[in-house]
């Protein structure tokens, strides 16, 4: 009697005592794990998103934290029956990453509709959070507007006037030029035309030969990943750049400035939200990155899943529900965030991550001592210069 007295009383405190309570949470990364973003965003992205749960879990024992990924190959079709079975089927509560606006845009109505939370820590287009914003959705690391206001303007104030764009065709690359046209002409810049590719597209010779007759002095190439690599390279075989054509990279990742080498890509001008050897924490967060992804640095991706994540799950905690994304979301931009990757920052009720945004230049091979030293810091773009102001998004009439 006396042992089935205990075990009733014990059956009643697990019921009632949120120490004896567990939190299952399941989140899900859809990324790019075989195409031309791979690099960029896939494994890695990975990686840092099961580094936010095994650190916030030391923390809240209580959780239980389970991470799953998929391939969205860069298809909106693809990347909606996976986050769709995520939600109806496999019990996912938060998708982390998408590295591809197209994609990601189809994400974010899913998780409004399913009242669940996207952690947009990839993908790029300031639509996200601009007219296709959404209740449930949090983009996190950079957009088009700050990538494109911080190297589209320091280059047309500093003699870069007459522009080219080499675009991907599709949402993020439409978004690109749109959001860069916008501060070169605001700079006294003139835009002389521009040229669209598919994505992944190996050969760009007719692209380049197309800007190089347009008598633009810099190429601003609205492309990422591979697709960006494959243009640098291109354009210096092409002579483009020894002929006195700035090429500006308008989203470029530390991943890429790597494979293409130093010698390649020195002197290009970007954009970033995040760099290993900024500061102690960046390095701190990197050197840990660096243990599980074979000796590579984290890119800004990495570092944005890994922060998003770990600001997700303290909301979390907080709301005490998973069942209630909105209420979720609306904690995370009730919550200051910090963590080692961006430092402090905030939330805004537009679902936009704030953090300051850094303006580099690739060094020189003679100025790099390492394999990632690649970058002399220009100039750092504050949080609330970096992105669009809030009085103009149409995002508070949505919301």
């Not at 190959?73 to 590295?99: C, E, H, I």
């Not at 984290?298 to 069942?323: F, M, W």
Request: include cysteine; hydrophobic fraction near 40%; aromatic fraction near 8%.
């Amino acid at each position: 009697m006396k042992l089935k007295g205990l075990l009733l009383a014990c059956a009643l405190v697990s019921l009632h005592d949120p120490a004896w309570a567990e939190t299952a949470v399941k989140l899900g990364v859809l990324t790019d794990l075989s195409g031309p973003y791979a690099d960029l965003s896939g494994k890695g992205s990975v990686i840092a998103t099961q580094m936010a749960a095994e650190e916030f879990q030391k923390s809240h024992p209580d959780f239980k934290i389970e991470v799953i990924s998929a391939d969205h190959q860069n298809k909106p079709d693809v990347g909606s029956a996976v986050v769709r079975k995520w939600f109806d089927q496999d019990g996912v509560d938060a998708v982390v990453d998408v590295a591809s606006s197209a994609v990601a845009l189809a994400v974010s109505k899913l998780a409004a509709d399913s009242d669940k939370v996207f952690l947009a820590s990839g993908p790029a287009s300031s639509d996200i959070t601009n007219k296709s914003c959404s209740a449930n959705t949090v983009q996190w690391t950079y957009d088009t507007y700050a990538l494109s206001k911080g190297t589209g303007d320091a280059l047309a104030r500093s003699g870069g006037d007459k522009w080219f764009f080499v675009t991907a065709d599709y949402a993020f690359g439409h978004a690109m030029e749109r959001d860069t046209s916008r501060f070169v002409e605001a700079a006294g810049g003139k835009v002389l035309g521009s040229v669209r590719h598919p994505i992944n597209t190996p050969d760009f010779s007719s692209y380049l030969l197309q800007a190089q007759s347009s008598g633009a002095n810099v190429v601003g190439l609205a492309n990422a990943g591979a697709d960006t690599i494959n243009a640098v390279k291109q354009a210096a075989e092409f002579g483009l750049t020894a002929s006195g054509i700035k090429l500006a990279g308008l989203l470029v990742f530390i991943t890429d400035v790597h494979s293409l080498g130093i010698q390649t890509a020195q002197g290009l001008v970007v954009t970033e939200a995040f760099y290993w050897d900024l500061n102690d924490g960046t390095r701190a967060f990197s050197t840990r990155f660096a243990e599980r992804a074979g000796g590579k640095m984290p890119g800004q991706v990495h570092a944005g899943a890994y922060s998003a994540t770990l600001h997700y799950l303290k909301a979390l905690a907080a709301v005490g529900s998973k069942t209630d994304g909105r209420a979720v979301v609306a904690k995370m931009e009730e919550l200051p965030t910090e963590d080692e990757a961006f430092g402090k920052g905030t939330v805004r009720k537009d679902g936009r991550k704030l953090h300051d945004m850094y303006l580099f230049e690739v060094k020189k091979p003679e100025d790099s001592k390492t394999p990632w030293d690649l970058y002399n810091k220009l100039a750092t773009i504050p949080a609330d210069q970096a992105f669009r102001p809030v009085s103009e998004s149409e995002c508070a009439l949505l919301r």
